[in-house]
Structure formats: structure tokens, C-alpha cells
């Protein structure tokens, strides 16, 4: 992940919260909790539970692990792992 993806996905979120906020017409508190828990369902999917890899290029060596796995070819406290971390936090 490049530090571009890291604003498109901040950008994604408060999109979402805009989106959330005009439609629902909550209060913004509100429209922040709808935004964390789809957040959370959507993150904990794709990252945690769904296993295998979205490119069918790998030829299966990555059929056994999950996305999180994966990330930064399985390496720990990475830069990329760390703002991934944050940013559920921050919300």
C-alpha cells in the first residue's frame, strides 16, 4: 500500500460518513457509528474471515490464508499492518 491509498481510503470513510448523513439525515455522532460498524463488518469479511487472494495469478499458494495474512507478504508491524490498525481505532 502506497501513502495515496492510505488518503483514497480516509477519503472512502468520509465519503461514506457523508453519505450516511445526507441519506439517514442522523446526527453526526449517529452517522459515525453506522460508518465504524459497516467499517468493522466489511474489514473483519474481507480480512479476516475470507481466505484465499482476489488475483487468480498466485497459482493457489495463497488459498490457506486470509487477506490480513497476506498483507506485506506475512511480515509483522509494517507500516501498512500499522495504519490498518489505527485507523478502526481512530474511528
Not at 450516511?20 to 460508518?35: E, H, Q, Y
Not at 495469478?57 to 507478504?73: K, V
Amino acid at each position: 500500500m502506497y501513502p495515496g491509498v492510505w488518503t483514497t481510503y480516509i477519503l472512502i470513510l468520509f465519503f461514506s460518513w457523508l453519505l450516511v448523513l445526507s441519506v439517514f439525515g442522523c446526527n453526526p455522532g449517529t452517522a459515525w457509528t453506522v460508518v465504524n460498524l459497516a467499517h468493522f463488518a466489511i474489514t473483519y469479511h474481507f480480512f479476516h474471515w475470507k481466505k484465499g487472494t482476489p488475483f487468480s495469478d498466485d497459482q493457489g499458494i495463497y488459498n490457506n490464508l486470509t487477506w490480513w495474512e497476506q498483507i506485506d507478504n506475512g511480515k509483522q508491524l509494517t507500516r501498512n499492518r500499522k495504519f490498518l490498525t489505527v485507523v478502526p481505532v481512530v474511528l
